[in-house]
């Protein structure tokens, strides 16, 4: 079974710009959810879909974004880019909504801004 | 607010020991507890996921355990291989699937 994919792997944008990354769920699964990595922060949640609905969202401006479409697959975009954009984004897929599945990672896109 | 802590945020080892890597959280209202390993600039490969009801979950030479009345989750990885070598990190379920991760810590299995 395929895992999660992420798409493009690296990206370099300058500042304003807006960016959308691509996420590919592992087969059957219905929630998504994204994060960001960076070195001062850490990991910090984003938002989770789940049958294409926005359903819990973390603490980032409106600059954030995302979607999902009806096989799962996810969007996020990221307008008017700033410096401190430059980050890891990971999306994670698991079977159902709820915190009793197992979240899966894809391999991230590395973002950077100049 | 759940805040989760790993300390320390670094370790060095020689081949063979054996570890534990601790993980603390302070809301014990969780509905799962899940490991993760990170290699330098890759995703996140899950070790292991204990669920809130579970004391301990074992795979090969990793076992997890879980206490949620003290908040405290600690991985024992086993006769430690330099392959061992990577980042760390537990992360805390809570509602709607969101996890809350630590820092991390970045073991170093020397030969």
């Known amino acids: 079974k395929a895992g999660v994919t992420q798409t493009p792997r690296y990206l370099i944008k300058t500042r304003g710009q807006q960016v959308t990354l691509s996420c590919s769920p592992i087969?059957?699964?219905?929630?998504v959810s994204w994060y960001q990595q960076t070195p001062g922060q850490g990991l910090q949640f984003l938002f989770e879909?789940?049958?294409?609905?926005?359903?819990n969202k973390g603490n980032f401006p409106g600059r954030f974004s995302g979607r999902q479409f009806s096989n799962s697959r996810s969007e996020m975009n990221v307008s008017t880019l700033e410096l401190g954009d430059s980050a890891l984004y990971l999306c994670?897929?698991?079977?159902?909504?709820?915190?009793?599945?197992?979240?899966?990672f894809g391999p991230g896109t590395r973002l950077t801004v100049l | 607010k759940q805040e989760v802590t790993q300390i320390p945020a670094a370790l060095s080892v020689p081949e063979g020991e054996n570890l534990v890597l601790n993980c603390s959280f302070t809301?014990?209202?969780?509905?799962?507890l899940q490991w993760f390993r990170q290699d330098p600039g890759k995703g996140l490969t899950s070790l292991l996921l204990?669920?809130?009801?579970?004391r301990e979950q074992t795979s090969g030479r990793l076992n997890a355990s879980l206490d949620k009345s003290s908040g405290r989750s600690t991985l024992y990885i086993a006769a430690s291989q330099p392959g061992d070598s990577a980042t760390y990190l537990c992360?805390?379920?809570?509602?709607?699937?969101?996890?809350?991760f630590g820092k991390g810590i970045t073991l170093s299995v020397r030969p």
């Open positions: 087969s059957g699964h219905r929630s």
């Open positions: 994670a897929s698991s079977l159902q909504r709820g915190s009793y599945n197992e979240q899966f």
């Open positions: 809301d014990s209202a969780i509905y799962n």
């Open positions: 992360a805390v379920g809570g509602a709607n699937s969101k996890l809350t």
């Open positions: 204990i669920q809130s009801s579970q």
């Open positions: 879909y789940f049958s294409e609905t926005q359903r």
